[in-house]
């Protein structure tokens, strides 16, 4: 039993249905599914938004998706996304709201936390940033010595720089060409060099994010990045105009040295991972201004008003995450591909992995017992055609079920010359070709009546049934963008809440916080750290060696 008196997920009826279900279908067959209804690849079909999302190349029927429906109801998917929207505190282990979706409400909107309406603080810090942002494109905030601000570079990590980063590449045709925008998020100093070496200190803004702001490598880069600074600029006071600061930590900030005068909050109620239409995002306005950001912003509203309002048989969030627990739960999945085919969606999957996996990745459930039940999957994909010439020969021939989306655009984005415009035509043909292949495959007959030779046949034989979903957008906008990192933010909720697990805490990235800090004495000054094992203990004495110490 869980703690609310429910059945726990596996021994519900639910579930059980499911797991019978799926042992009466036994084999799968695309081809027979498209067969027995010639209506399949208009009628499982669904629009969100700007969003056409055919869910019909997966391995499912009409019974499957009812009795997935089922399991969402029966777990209380609508109740703790209810709970969500009105700002009480589902994250148990921290205690917090999780109110991702106040960042983007409208601004006659009342979400209250603790009896406190948080839409007016979200509007105020949107309309302080947008400010900054506009003095900054338009050249008025000048840098210490007066020269325009030409630069900014955002210094974060994880969701203080996955979002905006991904964003900011993915509507690059939206922003300020004049500008340079760069993203410094590893310890290594490799990445601040590379980041910094061919900047005027005089014209670059350090834009330092970081929720907690005790978060080392962000700290520590950010250390950095005032002493490049100042070696060029030679006088404290030049801080004031080349830092500032997102956080929802004014006194770490303050003590960091950045007056908090230039901080622009967010709240504990915001996770990091659901962080960068927050002031987290700020860079990114800056690059694509205020106007844009606010379409955004829309298009994020508008999924969450569809995943809140939507029935259940055209919810598309809902849908995304019973397709996913049907894979990973039922049909032995461990893994899903997410396949943009966009250049400018380039880190749309790696941001999706830390949404998705340091979210659901969990082993114990709300009540901290194991789970008995698969969670979250492996997340990964890398753009379009590009992942054709590299890994595709797996999910087309090998032996792991491994689902995908494919995400594309019917125009290409309106900056393209003619003949760069032209090209968009054959990037989208291999979009659908590959979503074909992948579910019909090539019989042996087929291979066969090409007249390739009987011992090559099972070499060129596909077999298809590698399930899909494919999402189609007329065009890449900042609204679009919007809508599909809200579709994804609501798949892995709806996913946590049928494992019944926390999605919104992080514990398992603390534990190498805590012993990075703790090793780091071994390396420097090879001093004695209690407790280590003895294969980090022969690997730090092997680095001290090559290291020269
Ligand atoms: O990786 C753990 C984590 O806590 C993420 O959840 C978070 O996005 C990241 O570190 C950065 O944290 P902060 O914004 O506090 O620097």
Not at 21 to 47: K, N, Y
Not at 114 to 142: C, I, Q, Y
Not at 323 to 339: E, I, K, R, T
Request: net charge negative; aromatic share 8%; charged share 25%.
């Amino acid at each position: 039993m869980n703690a609310d008196g429910r059945t726990r997920l596996h021994q519900t009826p639910e579930w059980k249905a499911l797991a019978k279900h799926r042992d009466e279908l036994g084999e799968v067959r695309l081809r027979d599914l498209f067969a027995a209804d010639p209506g399949r690849g208009t009628g499982c079909t669904l629009r969100v938004g700007d969003l056409y999302v055919d869910h019909s190349k997966h391995l499912v029927t009409d019974e499957t998706l009812r009795l997935l429906r089922e399991l969402a109801a029966a777990t209380g998917v609508f109740g703790l996304r209810d709970a969500m929207f009105r700002g009480e505190r589902i994250n148990t282990t921290e205690d917090r709201a999780v109110l991702h979706t106040a960042l983007r409400a409208p601004r006659d909107a009342v979400i209250e936390v603790d009896g406190e309406n948080v839409v007016p603080k979200v509007h105020a810090v949107l309309d302080e940033m947008a400010d900054f942002a506009d003095r900054v494109r338009s050249g008025e905030w000048t840098g210490h010595t007066g020269k325009r601000i030409r630069n900014v570079v955002n210094v974060g990590i994880g969701g203080s720089d996955l979002g905006p980063a991904m964003a900011y590449e993915a509507l690059r045709a939206f922003t300020d060409r004049e500008l340079t925008v760069r993203f410094v998020s590893n310890v290594d100093g490799a990445d601040l060099h590379e980041a910094t070496r061919d900047l005027d200190p005089a014209e670059t803004l350090f834009v330092i994010a970081s929720k907690t702001f005790t978060t080392i490598e962000t700290v520590t880069n950010a250390t950095s990045a005032r002493t490049w600074l100042l070696k060029a600029l030679g006088d404290e006071k030049a801080v004031a105009r080349h830092f500032v600061a997102l956080s929802t930590n004014a006194e770490k900030v303050a003590g960091f040295g950045i007056d908090t005068a230039n901080m622009f909050e967010f709240w504990d109620w915001v996770g990091g991972r659901y962080s960068y239409d927050s002031a987290i995002g700020l860079s990114l306005m800056i690059a694509i201004g205020p106007d844009r950001f606010r379409e955004m912003l829309d298009g994020f509203h508008l999924v969450d008003e569809h995943f809140r309002t939507a029935p259940a048989e055209s919810n598309v969030p809902l849908l995304m995450g019973l397709l996913g627990v049907w894979y990973g739960n039922f049909m032995g999945a461990q893994s899903h591909a997410v396949l943009p085919y966009s250049h400018y969606l380039s880190k749309f999957t790696a941001y999706l992995q830390q949404l998705d996996m340091e979210s659901n990745g969990k082993s114990v459930d709300r009540e901290g017992r194991p789970v008995a039940w698969q969670t979250g999957p492996v997340v990964w994909g890398t753009p379009g055609t590009n992942g054709q010439h590299a890994y595709y020969q797996l999910i087309h021939q090998g032996t792991k079920l491994i689902p995908a989306d494919f995400i594309g655009f019917a125009r290409p984005v309106a900056e393209l010359s003619d003949e760069l415009a032209a090209q968009h035509d054959l990037l989208m043909a291999n979009f659908f070709a590959q979503t074909q292949a992948l579910a019909f495959g090539k019989t042996p007959d087929e291979v066969r009546a090409e007249g390739v030779p009987e011992e090559l046949v099972p070499h060129k034989t596909f077999r298809g049934d590698h399930p899909t979903t494919t999402i189609l957008a007329r065009e890449l906008t900042p609204s679009v963008l919007g809508q599909l990192v809200a579709l994804y933010e609501h798949k892995v909720f709806v996913q946590g809440a049928i494992w019944n697990i926390d999605s919104f805490d992080q514990w398992g990235v603390e534990l190498g916080k805590v012993l990075a800090k703790r090793v780091e004495p071994a390396l420097t000054e090879g001093a004695e750290v209690p407790g280590l094992d003895a294969s980090t203990k022969a690997l730090v004495a092997a680095y001290r060696e090559l290291r020269g110490r």
